[in-house]
């Protein structure tokens, strides 16, 4: 069987509900997705970085409901630096972006705690040289790569052990 009639198979089977064609295209998605994710990551290491000043670091809850187990949280920054004499702001903390509940809000303050702070008001800031405005307080780290190279080939090889086998 080509590639074409395996991918028109693929549609046939996804249109009319079957695990394999949604498993499949599900793939697909996830492999596409989490391969940019990993080629902006890696690059995001070879950012330059420079010393910024901090002028808030916390966390920004983002629903206000009464129930605890209902709030969401993300991690809330804001910086501002200079490159080449021009002052930018930034509000990203990490090319990954975190969004948790009241219990686990704790991953997003240890999140926080790995920012690297010269002083309690300064921030090493890493930010694209060639575009300075985007920028991070932290870099993207070689388990974060691992774990995005794994969820880009994980739902691949659960496919065709499930249906190739």
Known sequence: ??????????????????LQGIWFWAS??????CLYS????VQTRFWASTVGKIQNLGLKKLSHSNDL????FRGNALYSYNVN???????RISPWVFVTNHNAKGILLKQQAGIDMPTKDTVVVYYNPS????????????FGIVVTVFTAVAPFLSYVGRFHA
Not at 28 to 33: A, G, H, I, P, T
Not at 85 to 91: A, H, I, L, R, S
Not at 131 to 142: D, E, G
């Open 69 to 72: 187990s209902e709030q969401q």
């Open 28 to 33: 697909c998605y996830m492999l596409v997705v």
């Open 85 to 91: 004499g021009q002052t930018y702001e930034g509000t």
């Open 38 to 41: 990993t080629y902006f990551q």
């Open 1 to 18: 069987m080509d590639v074409l009639t395996y991918l028109q198979q693929m549609v046939d089977l996804a249109s009319e509900g079957e």
């Open 131 to 142: 575009k300075p405005k985007k920028s991070f307080l932290l870099k993207a780290n070689k």
